[in-house]
């Protein structure tokens, strides 16, 4: 716990055998309450080896993709009693001793959401970044930073730390359940105002390391730019889209209130 805050930890998994371990030892148990693996029908030993673990593990009875996946551990950090939600890929490609931090900077209230970014400081193509990667990053998230006028050094860092009431309000059932979801998920952060921090992390990619290949980073990057869009003209009143929908709106939406019949003839 930090601040009287139970802290979890989700582990979104496919095929994740070969980097669990060395993603788990270096979780901080300490501070951490929770570990949660959801398996996104892996073909490999990942769900029996989180099991061997002692991390509670979620088997997905057919693949749901990486938004799915994400879907299932918040929803189950929340049930397990979470006040801070850390989402870190079990791939170790980020590095699982910043969740201390990470989780402190929620946890203590000044932040709803911290993102932690491989983009400050110069780590990105050190650590192994693609340079493709590392130019289509850069491009996106300027795109972004003008579309949705705030401002982060990048909006596609896979390692994020949640508050539990930013989690319980999000409209998450309604984003992808592709990749994009996490842009649609920070888009939805800052289009209802959530505060959201960034941390700088070092990255590392390597041959073990989950990676999303040319072919799917080009559709990733359309639907990244389509979600801005979409909250941009949603702020100009001249669309309404499902993933920028309150509470408030979708009950509405789902029980419109009765026509007035008092001027019936």
């Known amino acids: 716990m930090?601040?009287?805050k139970r802290i979890a930890v989700v582990l979104p998994a496919y095929n994740a055998e070969l980097t669990l371990v060395s993603t788990y030892n270096d979780i901080p148990k300490d501070v951490v309450d929770d570990v949660i693996l959801v398996d996104d029908r892996s073909s490999d030993g990942t769900a029996t080896l989180s099991r061997k673990?002692?991390?509670?593990t979620i088997e997905h009875e057919a693949n749901l993709g990486y938004g799915g996946n994400q879907k299932t551990c918040y929803k189950a950090?929340?049930?397990?009693?979470?006040?801070?939600?850390?989402?870190?890929?079990?791939?170790y490609q980020y590095s699982p001793k910043l969740v201390t931090a990470m989780a402190a900077m929620v946890a203590g209230g000044e932040f709803d959401a911290v993102m932690a970014s491989r983009i400050l400081g110069v780590g990105a193509l050190q650590g192994g970044m693609p340079l493709y990667k590392y130019v289509s990053n850069r491009f996106l998230t300027a795109a972004q930073n003008l579309l949705v006028r705030h401002k982060l050094s990048e909006y596609h860092t896979g390692y994020r730390a949640w508050s539990r009431p930013l989690?319980?309000?999000l409209p998450l059932a309604s984003n992808s359940n592709d990749f994009v979801f996490d842009n649609e998920m920070l888009a939805q952060a800052i289009y209802f105002g959530w505060r959201?921090?960034?941390i700088s992390c070092p990255t590392r990619y390597f041959p073990e390391a989950s990676s999303i290949n040319f072919q799917r980073s080009v559709v990733y990057g359309f639907g990244v730019l389509r979600t801005s869009l979409c909250f941009r003209l949603q702020r100009w009143g001249l669309g309404r889209f499902p993933i920028f929908q309150d509470a408030a709106e979708r009950r509405l939406l789902a029980n419109p209130a009765p026509a007035d019949k008092s001027r019936a003839s």
């Open 2 to 4: 930090i601040n009287g």
């Open 53 to 56: 673990l002692g991390i509670h």
């Open 77 to 91: 950090a929340l049930e397990r009693g979470a006040d801070v939600v850390v989402m870190l890929h079990p791939d």
């Open 167 to 169: 989690l319980e309000s």
């Open 196 to 198: 959201i921090g960034e």
